[in-house]
């Protein structure tokens, strides 16, 4: 059985300031990868998400994030944060193996962004 | 274009009763998943229903059951309600059953139960 883990329960920043969410997964077999965004009060969201191809993937709202298939690893990364990036991210996967879309997710990371 | 919906938006219940939470897909998306997202446990998978059957379920007791419309719209049904069932019930939607086809998630329904 796959499972991901998400080690930063919350994670403060400044506004402008770099920041990365970190992403581990472990599974037996290849996986897809998921990041999504829940807003307070909101279901959540896709940020981006690695099919194939090349790792390095972009997605909304300047959010890019790297797969790493040695680390087993697929951190969410933005150059610069607003204060409207505040919200819960939770990086999820599917197995290639389970025939459906059975979203695994890690128990999220609160990003704070204070001015 | 309409994105999922689902109501109540808020539900409360009290212990032993039942609980009927629903979900309208995206025109012409026909699968429908429910989560479930408890303060301390994270989202989990609760039930997968497409073409108006149930195909897969969670690690969930029975009590949890629910079923699919021929409009692609799904009720959840959570009977015997327990404390610990309070959470948010979120659902998704998807056109297809490709592990590859993004999930559209609606805004939820929190239940609480006292």
């Known amino acids: 059985a796959q499972s991901v883990t998400q080690l930063d329960s919350q994670v403060p920043v400044f506004e402008e300031a770099p920041v990365e969410l970190r992403c581990n997964y472990s599974?037996?077999?290849?996986?897809?990868l998921f990041w999504y965004v829940q807003y307070p009060n909101q279901g959540l969201q896709l940020l981006l998400k690695?099919?194939?191809?090349?790792?390095l993937v972009k997605g909304i709202n300047g959010f890019e994030a790297e797969f790493n298939k040695s680390q087993t690893s697929f951190h969410l990364r933005k150059p610069s944060v607003h204060i409207s990036d505040t919200a819960e991210y939770f990086c999820?996967?599917?197995?290639?193996?389970?025939?459906?879309?059975?979203?695994?997710f890690g128990t999220g990371t609160r990003l704070l962004v204070s001015p | 274009e309409a994105g999922v919906t689902q109501s109540p938006t808020h539900l409360i219940k009290t212990r032993g009763q039942q609980a009927t939470l629903r979900c309208s897909p995206i025109?012409?998306?026909?699968?429908v998943y429910w989560y479930q997202q408890a303060l301390g446990l994270g989202l989990q998978f609760l039930l997968w229903?497409?073409?108006?059957?149930?195909?897969n379920r969670g690690n969930f007791p029975p009590r949890f059951s629910g079923r699919q419309f021929p409009n692609y719209s799904s009720e959840l049904n959570v009977n015997a309600l327990e404390l610990e069932d309070s959470a948010l019930y979120l659902c998704?939607?998807?056109?297809?059953?490709?592990?590859?086809?993004?999930?559209?998630f609606g805004p939820g329904t929190r239940l609480t139960v006292l």
């Open positions: 999820a996967v599917i197995s290639m193996n389970t025939g459906f879309q059975k979203l695994v």
């Open positions: 599974s037996s077999v290849s996986v897809y």
């Open positions: 690695y099919l194939s191809g090349s790792t």
């Open positions: 025109s012409g998306h026909t699968s």
């Open positions: 229903y497409d073409e108006g059957e149930e195909r």
């Open positions: 998704a939607t998807t056109g297809g059953t490709s592990p590859t086809d993004t999930q559209y």
